[in-house]
């Protein structure tokens, strides 16, 4: 195992302002070493932390300093903004029978836990981002079939006091999706089209060393949720690894 992590250094966030006024390659390379040291070695000892405590509570999510990580590099493909690097640092702790890609992929594997870092605000949270049409279908079936039980989940008191609301970042669809009547009863939680929650992360946080430890009480509170997910697509809990 490498260096117990220590907490981001104040040097990762000015990074990340620098590469927002300067998102070149020759600035990049000019302060290279200023990413290694402060925003990628720091992030896998992070990940390696978290995914020891997720072992205690959540033993079938995972955490790999080589695969959870997303790359600072932007898929710029099909983007009009041609910038070449992403101005967060952020990591995934996903289901280990779901595969262990990141980012888009990530989200066709099932739900998990996430954090993200950013000079404009920090979060974590956990769920599943647009999932594609097939995992969709399923969590809108279960939806249909057991509103009772997610909405026990997603309306408690402790719920809804650490996490808030289901966010909104991804528009809820303005009419029910096919195949459900207009007055479905769950129609409130059909239209939606992602299922995340999270909540915000000071900037004492992500420097602390205890980092781990606010990650893994807010991941906990989590879990329900993440499984009631991840059930739905037929990735089961575990009691151990």
Request: proline content about 6%.
């Amino acid at each position: 195992m490498s260096e117990s992590f220590r907490g981001f250094p104040p040097k990762a966030l000015t990074f990340l302002r620098g590469l927002t006024k300067n998102n070149r390659k020759d600035w990049f390379e000019a302060h290279r070493d200023d990413y290694e040291d402060a925003l990628r070695t720091p992030m896998k000892q992070l990940i390696e932390e978290v995914d020891v405590r997720l072992a205690d509570f959540a033993p079938e999510i995972v955490g790999s300093p080589k695969k959870s990580m997303f790359r600072i590099h932007r898929d710029v493909r099909f983007s009009n903004d041609k910038s070449p690097y992403k101005t967060n640092a952020a990591c995934w702790f996903y289901h280990g029978d779901a595969g262990s890609g990141v980012g888009g992929d990530a989200a066709h594997g099932g739900a998990g836990f996430y954090f993200h870092m950013e000079p404009s605000g920090s979060f974590c949270g956990g769920g599943i981002w647009m999932p594609p049409r097939p995992a969709l279908t399923l969590i809108r079936q279960s939806l249909a079939d057991d509103q009772e039980g997610f909405e026990d989940i997603v309306l408690s008191r402790a719920f809804k006091r650490r996490f808030g609301a289901l966010s909104e970042e991804a528009p809820r669809l303005s009419r029910m999706p096919r195949g459900f009547d207009a007055d479905h009863k769950a129609g409130a939680w059909l239209r939606y089209q992602s299922f995340t929650a999270g909540c915000e992360l000071k900037v004492t946080d992500i420097q602390s060393a205890k980092l781990p430890d606010v990650l893994a009480k807010q991941y906990a509170a989590m879990t329900p949720f993440v499984r009631w997910l991840n059930t739905t697509l037929g990735l089961k809990p575990r009691s151990g690894r």
